[in-house]
């Protein structure tokens, strides 16, 4: 039986036209404008998309399929890490595999991207457990940051402490900001005093200092390395 097709890309097909369709109107196809791309070590990319409709209707855990240039049929899933709703576009992670990507890292700042999302059924969280725990490693990272950064703003529905642990086996794609950054531990605890409160109360319930390798070799003035903290750092710091 033959089923009928409109062929809208060299070799895509979109099977049964949208307006025939039965679908509940909540994953769209748009054509997005690419907006802004950065790049991060171990060839890891954020772009912003101009997709209005996916970023209207995504919530924390949604992805898209992105067609990563005309002449490639096949969509890459890849998930949505910041979406503005009110400017009309979607931030993405990620990192190079093969082919696909590739080619979506050589487009262009205003190339059309075709989104298609969002897909997924997004977190559930519960109000009486204010006190979040996300866990997220490698492409895990990006719906982490999009459920932290949309529970900080959700402060009526509960008292959100979303605290996330992220790990990765490269550096971490993310940039510290100069206001991040302040010269003494006692600076740091005075902000977090203001943040979470002088009492304890409403503190996280881990804070962790992790420090470097000590160089100060004061157990009989040898200096040995790796033996405790890490050879390596990174730090990694919200806005919050
Ligand atoms: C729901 C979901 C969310 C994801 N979110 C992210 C993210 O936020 N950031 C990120 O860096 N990566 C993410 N990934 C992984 C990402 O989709 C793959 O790394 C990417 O498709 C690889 O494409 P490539 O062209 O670089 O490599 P390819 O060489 O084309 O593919 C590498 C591997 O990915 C598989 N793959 C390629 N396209 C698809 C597809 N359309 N559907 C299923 N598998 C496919 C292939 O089978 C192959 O095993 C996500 C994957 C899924 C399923």
């Given at each position: 039986?033959?089923?009928?097709?409109?062929?809208?890309?060299?070799?895509?097909?979109?099977?049964?036209?949208?307006?025939?369709?039965a679908h509940r109107d909540s994953?769209?196809?748009?054509?997005?404008?690419?907006?802004?791309r950065q790049?991060?070590?171990?060839?890891?990319f954020v772009i912003r998309v101009h997709a209005p409709k996916?970023?209207?209707?995504?919530?924390?855990?949604?992805?898209?399929?992105?067609?990563?240039?005309?002449?490639?049929?096949?969509?890459?899933?890849?998930?949505?890490m910041r979406v503005d709703p009110r400017a009309g576009w979607i931030e993405i992670l990620y990192k190079i595999v093969g082919p696909g990507?590739?080619?979506?890292?050589?487009?262009?700042?205003?190339?059309?991207?075709?989104?298609?999302?969002?897909?997924?059924?997004?977190f559930v969280v519960n109000p009486s457990r204010p006190r979040t725990l996300l866990i997220g490693g490698g492409v895990g990272i990006?719906?982490?940051?999009?459920?932290?950064?949309?529970?900080?703003?959700?402060?009526a529905e509960a008292r959100w402490q979303p605290l996330v642990l992220m790990g990765s086996e490269i550096e971490f794609p993310f940039r510290a900001r100069p206001s991040q950054i302040v010269p003494h531990l006692a600076d740091a605890l005075r902000i977090l005093r203001t943040r979470h409160g002088a009492d304890g109360a409403g503190w996280p319930s881990m804070t962790a200092v992790v420090t470097g390798p000590s160089r100060t070799g004061d157990i009989e003035r040898i200096l040995v390395l790796g033996a405790h903290g890490p050879k390596r750092l990174t730090v990694l710091l919200l806005e919050g």
């Open positions: 039986m033959s089923v009928p097709c409109t062929i809208d890309a060299p070799g895509r097909s979109r099977g049964t036209p949208p307006d025939q369709r994953i769209f196809v748009e054509d997005g404008k690419l907006l802004a790049e991060y070590p171990g060839k890891q996916c970023a209207a209707a995504a919530t924390p855990g949604s992805f898209a399929h992105l067609t990563c240039d005309p002449e490639r049929p096949m969509r890459r899933p890849l998930s949505l990507l590739e080619a979506l890292s050589q487009q262009p700042v205003g190339a059309t991207i075709s989104v298609l999302g969002p897909i997924g059924k997004g990006p719906p982490m940051v999009f459920l932290a950064e949309s529970l900080k703003q959700r402060q």
